[in-house]
């Protein structure tokens, strides 16, 4: 059926033509006075750019980048496993480089050429090198703010409620500082928050399969991105919008078969997409059962844990004043263990947001604020348990979650929504006789408040220094005491209780003005002094600088040199020093380094390192032996470790020396245990608390006795005589040649984990965790080759769906391709013809 069509049979049931709908559009911006108004789209785009190069202008101009350490910290990795690729080696699946190993697609540390836009960005900065080295990042700002217009441009709304709301999210400090801080999977997952919801909402009210098509390729793309917190906050709100749909009983309502028909389309779509996202989901899948996220019973991460960084309803406090809780780092007093930047959305936005309840009998604007007050309550985590635990108790997968007051992102994303409807409700009421319209005489109540409380806090702010000052000591306090910290200081803290009120005055007056100055202008709007595209400008820069304040300071410290971020900027003398050692074993870094994954981007080994989903057997051990203090010479040799890295001096003891002196001290252990090395028996321990016990114990020597949890078919007698070497070393592959005398028990010093198979002479065998966690297998006299190899079915199996995915998708986008190429062609013809 043609468009033309189409639009004509909507029109015979009641429905307004969309082409109609369009002229309408672009007939009122045009009235209006915007330059491009009959190109709304494009005029937006080109005012977001502009936004965008302004505000990010180091970044744009001066070509730099950002620096922080979540930003690098995953440079380690990756810079080892491309230069392996760059000289033929695998796909890299494994990473060997930390924890004693990990797997590197399964958790999500490096799987290049998944997210295909990527590669098309790559692509595009080869052929033009001048762009800013992170246009990517600005890409997806532009993204967001994007759809948010395009998304009530589908609802029906003006060019200026659209682009308001645009800006307002795009600019929220929470997602700016996603970018900053190099949470960018984060952050591209939330610009797809407004993409999904446009075509789901396309999807429901057109019922096409051009749409199906594009909602299942977006919803897969937000999931190949790698940031699976947010697709699910992010389908719980599709979720929340299709039951709404389902329960509209408007007069221009679809019939409830085909609302039912459409809703299910919507499952299908991103069923679809889940099918689209396998080959990287799956293998997550199966990580997530052998991580720390899924260490309680029946998976998941402990409720505890899960609820750490919960919001509180006192942080609300931020939504209002930024620096009311401090500003992140040192100044933070709040209730979670640290954050860097306060849930700030911009004075305006919010209270235009309120503005726009006004119209709570859409339901757009009651979807909106469901989803805000939903997204609120569940951030509150810990602080609002029983909803908390009963969605982690409740709902699949959600107790693999942390950090509660993530889902804030859906309140931040229904606020600036609700704030194009405020924008909107002062657009209609321009059409009411001036002086006689509500809106007016509130525009004018609440600007002359605000400014009522910018004189009220210029002339008596000062006494209330010492009660809020008071609040924050007594808040340091008490976080000191929680965490047992010591050197808890009381002039430091009360130090930075002065510097949080300076902060505070500062922003109680930016408000006042900015208020102020954004209702008077919607007061002299109603009062007809102003036009709409006036009007928005103000609004608009207003809200930029309102929300600019805030992102500068969470940005600023942030921005650095490209060379602050290359791999040779991670070099120093220690790591020098170590590359000299061509040999293979592992390093164990003392105090802050032990969490650094530096060391991987020189393709060096440490026992620590850090990731938010630690695999759980290294975490148990971690936290049994390592951290508990239990190390002894048996554990750093069965871990295979060479160099112990401490910051000054120590006394070395009868089993280290002094290997290098520089900027930090290089101890070498002397007695070492190879990668791979041969015990002489094998002893079945009941548990694995047991086995801890043991490696831990005075008596325990690795190179004599294998710990396994598990009956080994075959009896170890002795290792004498018997050897056994590393011959290649990758990522996905281990190949050893082992020289037998006698039964013995070889141990590989790697972490154990199910998809490593071994194959002894092409004969596929058996590997049995040792050592709480490691790998071992029996060994029988003769020359052996023995070949440790990755390999996931689950990897395969999402391939293959994901295949199966794409054809569905080209299918549903095939016949609207197919439209557009005739259409094209008849255009092409018309013209020809007009020409002769």
């Known amino acids: 059926m043609s468009k033309r069509k189409h639009d004509d049979k909507r029109e015979k049931h009641g429905h307004r033509s969309e082409r109609a709908e369009r002229k309408e559009r672009r007939e009122r911006n045009r009235r209006a006075g915007w330059p491009l108004g009959n190109r709304p789209v494009l005029l937006v785009s080109?005012?977001?750019?502009?936004?965008?190069?302004?505000?990010?202008?180091?970044?744009?101009?001066?070509?730099?980048?950002?620096?922080?350490?979540?930003?690098?910290?995953?440079m380690g990795f990756a810079a080892a496993a491309q230069e392996s690729m760059k000289e033929g080696g695998p796909y890299p699946l494994w990473n060997p480089y930390v924890f004693l190993g990990m797997?590197?697609?399964?958790?999500?540390?490096?799987?290049?050429?998944?997210?295909?836009?990527?590669?098309i960005l790559q692509g595009i900065h080869k052929v033009l090198?001048?762009?800013?080295?992170?246009?990517?990042?600005?890409?997806?700002?532009?993204?967001?703010?994007?759809?948010?217009?395009?998304?009530?441009?589908?609802?029906?709304?003006?060019?200026?409620?659209?682009?308001?709301?645009?800006?307002?999210?795009?600019?929220?400090?929470?997602?700016?500082?996603?970018?900053?801080?190099?949470?960018?999977?984060?952050?591209?997952?939330?610009?797809?928050?407004?993409?999904?919801?446009?075509?789901?909402?396309?999807?429901?009210?057109?019922?096409?399969?051009?749409?199906?098509?594009?909602?299942?390729?977006?919803?897969?793309?937000?999931?190949?991105?790698?940031?699976?917190?947010?697709?699910?906050y992010t389908w719980l709100a599709v979720g929340l919008y299709c039951l709404l749909f389902l329960a509209m009983k408007s007069a221009d309502a679809p019939p409830v078969a085909t609302r039912l028909r459409r809703v299910v389309c919507v499952g299908l779509a991103l069923a679809v997409a889940l099918a689209f996202g396998s080959v990287l989901y799956l293998p997550v899948h199966d990580y997530s059962a052998y991580s720390n996220r899924g260490a309680v019973e029946g998976g998941g991460m402990e409720f505890g844990r899960a609820t750490d960084w919960s919001f509180s309803p006192v942080e609300m406090m931020t939504f209002l004043v930024p620096s009311w809780l401090g500003f992140g780092g040192s100044t933070y007093w709040g209730s979670m263990p640290f954050t860097d930047y306060p849930n700030y959305m911009g004075i305006l936005?919010?209270?235009?947001?309120?503005?726009?309840?006004?119209?709570?009998?859409?339901?757009?604007?009651?979807?909106?604020?469901?989803?805000?007050?939903?997204?609120?309550?569940?951030?509150?985590?810990?602080?609002?348990?029983?909803?908390?635990?009963?969605?982690?108790?409740?709902?699949?997968?959600?107790?693999?979650?942390?950090?509660?007051?993530?889902?804030?992102?859906l309140t931040q994303f229904s606020v600036a929504a609700l704030a194009a409807y405020g924008i909107a409700a002062v657009l209609r009421a321009r059409h009411s006789a001036p002086g006689?319209?509500?809106?007016?005489?509130?525009?004018?109540?609440?600007?002359?408040?605000?400014?009522?409380?910018?004189?009220?806090?210029?002339?008596?702010?000062?006494?209330?220094?010492?009660?809020?000052?008071?609040?924050?000591?007594?808040?340091?306090?008490?976080?000191?005491?929680?965490?047992?910290?010591?050197?808890?200081?009381?002039?430091?803290?009360?130090?930075?209780?002065?510097?949080?009120?300076?902060?505070?005055?500062?922003?109680?007056?930016?408000?006042?003005l900015v208020g102020f100055a954004g209702f008077m202008s919607v007061y002299l709007f109603l009062r007809r002094k102003l036009s709409a595209v006036l009007l928005a400008a103000i609004l608009i820069c207003l809200t930029m600088v309102d929300l600019w304040r805030v992102d500068a300071r969470i940005v600023g410290p942030m921005v650095g040199e490209r060379s602050s971020v290359s791999t040779e900027s991670f070099k120093d003398d220690v790591i020098e020093f170590l590359q000299k050692d061509q040999s293979i074993h592992r390093i164990f870094p003392m105090g802050r380094e032990f969490n650094d994954n530096r060391f991987a981007a020189f393709r060096i080994a440490s026992v620590g390192g850090y990731h938010a989903a630690k695999?759980?057997?290294?975490?148990?051990?971690?936290?049994?032996?390592?951290?508990?203090?239990?190390?002894?010479?048996?554990?750093?040799?069965?871990?295979?470790?060479?160099?112990?890295?401490?910051?000054?001096?120590?006394?070395?003891?009868?089993?280290?020396?002094?290997?290098?002196?520089?900027?930090?001290?290089?101890?070498?252990?002397?007695?070492?245990?190879?990668?791979?090395?041969?015990?002489?028996?094998?002893?079945?321990?009941g548990s694995g608390q047991a086995v801890l016990d043991s490696i831990t114990s005075a008596g325990f020597d690795p190179a004599h006795t294998a710990l396994v949890l598990e009956p080994v078919p075959s009896r170890a007698v002795t290792a004498q005589g018997s050897s056994a070497r590393i011959v290649s070393y990758g990522l996905n592959e281990i190949d050893v040649e082992a020289?037998?005398?006698?039964?013995?028990?070889?141990?590989?010093?790697?972490?154990?984990?199910?998809?490593?198979?071994?194959?002894?002479?092409?004969?596929?065998?058996?590997?049995?965790?040792?050592?709480?966690?490691?790998?071992?297998?029996?060994?029988?006299p003769g020359a052996h080759k023995i070949r440790f190899f990755y390999e996931s079915r689950s990897l395969r199996t999402g391939l293959l769906l994901s295949v199966v995915a794409s054809i569905v998708i080209l299918g549903s986008l095939s016949p609207s391709a197919f439209r557009l190429v005739r259409r094209r062609k008849r255009e092409v013809a018309s013209n020809s013809a007009d020409v002769q």
Request: glycine share 8%; net charge positive; proline share 6%.
């Open 739 to 780: 020289d037998i005398v006698q039964p013995c028990f070889l141990v590989l010093s790697e972490l154990y984990y199910p998809d490593w198979k071994a194959e002894v002479d092409g004969a596929r065998v058996g590997i049995y965790r040792t050592d709480f966690l490691l790998r071992g297998m029996p060994l029988e």
């Open 436 to 512: 006689r319209g509500p809106l007016e005489r509130v525009a004018l109540w609440v600007g002359f408040g605000f400014l009522g409380v910018w004189l009220v806090w210029l002339m008596f702010g000062g006494s209330l220094s010492p009660w809020y000052q008071g609040m924050v000591t007594d808040a340091l306090q008490a976080k000191a005491l929680a965490v047992n910290a010591t050197g808890f200081s009381a002039s430091a803290a009360a130090a930075t209780a002065e510097r949080c009120f300076e902060m505070v005055k500062r922003d109680v007056l930016v408000l006042g």
């Open 615 to 685: 695999p759980s057997l290294y975490e148990e051990f971690h936290n049994s032996v390592l951290r508990a203090g239990r190390i002894t010479p048996a554990v750093l040799a069965m871990l295979n470790v060479k160099y112990v890295i401490v910051p000054q001096y120590v006394s070395p003891g009868e089993f280290m020396n002094l290997a290098y002196d520089g900027s930090r001290k290089v101890y070498e252990f002397k007695t070492p245990l190879p990668r791979v090395f041969l015990a002489d028996s094998v002893v079945v321990v």
């Open 129 to 232: 090198p001048f762009l800013p080295p992170m246009t990517w990042l600005l890409l997806y700002y532009f993204v967001a703010g994007l759809f948010m217009f395009l998304l009530f441009k589908e609802a029906g709304l003006s060019l200026e409620a659209g682009l308001f709301a645009g800006v307002a999210f795009m600019l929220t400090p929470n997602l700016v500082a996603m970018g900053a801080f190099g949470h960018g999977s984060k952050l591209v997952n939330c610009a797809f928050i407004p993409v999904v919801m446009l075509l789901t909402v396309r999807l429901l009210r057109r019922g096409d399969s051009l749409s199906f098509g594009l909602l299942a390729l977006c919803g897969g793309l937000q999931l190949l991105r790698a940031h699976v917190q947010i697709v699910y």
């Open 46 to 74: 080109i005012i977001l750019v502009v936004l965008l190069a302004v505000l990010f202008h180091q970044l744009v101009l001066a070509r730099k980048v950002l620096v922080s350490a979540d930003a690098v910290a995953p």
């Open 349 to 409: 936005p919010l209270f235009f947001a309120f503005l726009g309840l006004m119209s709570v009998r859409r339901r757009e604007v009651l979807f909106f604020l469901l989803l805000a007050l939903f997204s609120l309550l569940v951030s509150f985590g810990k602080h609002f348990e029983p909803l908390y635990r009963l969605l982690y108790e409740g709902l699949p997968y959600f107790n693999k979650f942390r950090v509660p007051v993530m889902i804030l992102v």
């Open 103 to 119: 797997p590197s697609f399964g958790s999500l540390t490096y799987n290049p050429y998944v997210y295909f836009p990527d590669l």
